[in-house]
């Protein structure tokens, strides 16, 4: 059985009596070649430890164990959770949200694959991000436009707090765009996957409220809250600093703080 195939993903979702729900986000990955590609970039040797959060039917999670043994899912489905449990009985399963699921249990390293719900996946991706060296790289796919902002650059509309809180943590690499006829159901949007390798983090985390503020006012001019700071221009506002300024301005205002 592969439920990579439409016509059999149909029949098993038919034989388990359930239909993908929207309010979960379930849209399952349907292509060979793409399932093949993401699982490619993501560099799977026999040895790696994976947590897929997410499988649903298990589709990706068949193509995994061709790969290594050492299986860890998350699925908040009872349906889809139950039936991952008595398909696969090597894989160590999880019935519970990945919001609230307790990472310290994993294998260290351990490296993530997963078609990330489109309504949790910022918040999910903030969470793996922080859990360096535990969990080493992030091979995700998350709609296009959240997967543009991860990645973007100064300068840009789409570069924001995300973008940074990100790039804080980890290094980013887009890696290709996926077309909504690869999933069952068609989402509405186009999907991208990329990969966040996860590093001690740049700076000091506290940071980010600072940054998340400046990107609030986006269209003010940055040295209205920070002041004048060396090295950045007067009429720079949020969307045209990079993470490094942003860190210098923090730095200025918080040992301004200090001896004031």
């Known amino acids: 059985m592969s439920l990579s195939h439409l016509g059999e993903l149909k029949r098993f979702l038919q034989s388990l009596g359930v239909h993908p729900k929207k309010s979960l986000s379930q849209n399952f990955l349907i292509n060979e070649v793409v399932i093949q590609q993401f699982l490619d970039a993501a560099n799977i040797s026999p040895d790696d430890h994976i947590l897929e959060i997410g499988p649903g039917p298990g589709g990706v999670t068949e193509q995994i164990l061709n790969k290594t043994e050492n299986l860890t899912t998350v699925e908040l489905d ?130 980010l409220p600072f940054i998340y503020e400046a990107f609030r006012h986006r269209r003010k001019m940055v040295r209205k809250f920070f002041g004048s700071i060396e090295g950045i221009p007067e009429n720079a506002r949020a969307e045209n600093l990079t993470l490094d300024q942003f860190a210098k301005a923090w730095l200025s205002k918080h040992n301004h703080k200090d001896k004031s």
């Open 78 to 207: 009872h349906v889809f959770a139950t039936s991952l449990q008595q398909r696969f009985t090597t894989v160590k399963t999880f019935e519970t949200n990945a919001l609230e699921f307790d990472y310290t249990h994993l294998h260290s390293p351990t490296k993530v694959i997963s078609s990330l719900p489109y309504g949790v996946a910022a918040d999910i991706i903030k969470k793996l991000v922080r859990l360096y060296p535990q969990i080493t790289t992030i091979t995700i796919i998350i709609q296009k436009e959240m997967a543009d902002t991860i990645c973007a650059n100064p300068n840009s509309k789409i570069y924001g707090p995300l973008t940074l809180e990100c790039q804080l943590f980890a290094d980013v690499k887009y890696l290709f765009t996926i077309p909504a006829n690869c999933f069952y159901p068609e989402p509405k949007i186009q999907s991208a996957a990329i990969q966040l390798t996860t590093k001690p983090a740049m700076y000091d985390e506290r940071i």
